[in-house]
């Protein structure tokens, strides 16, 4: 059996500069000397600069492949048909075109893929490594270990890889269970994005069978998140820095067993965590941003930041990642485990300490005394 390979799928519409930009970076990436397929997929939008780029870029690692089509897909149904090329090619990288890539991406994605290809628990491969969380907005900052990536219980769509037998068991549940299968316990704001997002699909398909990704801490990937389908405007909200490692080869731990497991809230849900309060992972889960939603789909105990009427352990919020606190557990009252029963339905807001925790810095502090000022004056205008 031929080790996986992924070929390489580049996704575009009417973006020409921002797949010009990714085409560039491409360009710096360091392959095997066997060669790598590059397909370049554009779905239908009136405009030939994009074909023009495509056929033009000189791919000088193997392959080269432009599918144009001559009707217009949409993003989701787009996404969806280029992620079947696993099957012809065993294992794909996809990027879409608002996508930069560091040069190690490619042997990262490869390493990664042969690691996990027989792991039944593992959806599918990163290169992004978040550093906001979808479900609070707040910073994300996974433990460390002695590995190169962590897990999370979201799909990634920043530059991800897959096997044909990873995609195929999304596009079989998929096809049985329909595209109204979404998760009730999915971070609100992921249930709320359109029906043309097939992240969401993805996200409930982990959620319903019990699969993760693997993410590395590293990022081999970032996003520009240039104006398109789904950004009315640009943002650098989601930029983060690229890894120039290429040669080192990384270390892999096995679902279950790394302390650096999250769920979809991007909440630590390793059992390391849960036996440092005295739990068992059954019972207990953490809520340390306040944002999931209480209720009979909670486990019995949760960590949490929100208000609770009784609580069997107590601690401050001062060490970095968050769960750390409940490691270390400095006296305090910032974060609290307790029944779900007895949590408050009521979201902790930014209050000073939280704020000062997240953005620990002068200007953070000024912005946050500013905020504060002219909430007080607006108050006392209404009365």
Not at 131 to 137: C, G, K, Q
Not at 195 to 206: G, T
Not at 237 to 247: K, P, R, S
Not at 320 to 341: F, H, M, W
Request: aromatic content about 12%.
């Amino acid at each position: 059996m031929n080790p996986v390979t992924p070929a390489i799928v580049c996704l575009g519409y009417n973006r020409p500069a921002s797949l010009s930009r990714l085409f560039r970076s491409l360009a710096m990436g360091s392959y095997p000397e066997a060669g790598v397929t590059l397909v370049i997929s554009l779905d239908h939008s009136g405009d030939a600069e994009c074909l023009r780029l495509a056929e033009r870029f000189e791919w000088q690692h193997g392959p080269k492949r432009v599918l144009a089509r001559t009707t217009r897909a949409g993003l989701r149904r787009h996404v969806l048909e280029c992620g079947d090329l696993s099957e012809e090619y065993g294992a794909i990288v996809m990027l879409e075109d608002d996508i930069v890539v560091a040069p190690g991406f490619h042997r990262y994605a490869t390493a990664a893929l042969r690691f996990y290809e027989k792991a039944e628990d593992v959806a599918g491969v990163s290169l992004y490594s978040h550093r906001l969380s979808f479900a609070s907005n707040l910073p994300f900052i996974p433990l460390h270990t002695e590995h190169d990536a962590f897990f999370l219980q979201f799909p990634a769509s920043w530059g991800q890889a897959w096997t044909a037998s990873q995609w195929r068991g999304f596009r079989e549940w998929l096809a049985a269970a329909g595209d109204r299968q979404i998760h009730p316990d999915l971070p609100e704001q992921v249930r709320l994005w359109p029906e043309s997002s097939w992240v969401k699909l993805f996200a409930s398909y982990c959620r319903h069978e019990g699969k993760t990704w693997v993410y590395p801490y590293d990022s081999y990937t970032t996003n520009f998140a240039d104006p398109g389908f789904h950004m009315t405007t640009g943002t650098s909200l989601y930029q983060v820095a690229l890894t120039m490692e290429c040669g080192a080869t990384p270390r892999f731990a096995l679902p279950g067993s790394s302390p650096a497991d999250y769920d979809s809230y991007f909440e630590n849900r390793s059992a390391h965590i849960a036996r440092a309060v005295g739990m068992e992972c059954a019972d207990f889960e953490c809520d340390l941003h306040g944002v999931k939603p209480l209720g009979p789909m909670r486990k019995s105990y949760l960590a949490t930041t929100r208000p609770a009427r009784a609580s069997i352990l107590s601690t401050e919020m001062i060490y970095k990642p968050l769960e750390l606190n409940l490691v270390y557990q400095p006296e305090g009252g910032d974060i609290r485990v307790a029944e779900s029963g007895a949590v408050q339905g009521t979201a902790p807001g930014m209050d000073w300490r939280r704020f000062v925790y997240f953005s620990p810095n002068r200007t953070s502090v000024k912005q946050f005394a500013q905020i504060a000022g002219e909430r007080f004056v607006r108050r006392i205008f209404r009365r």
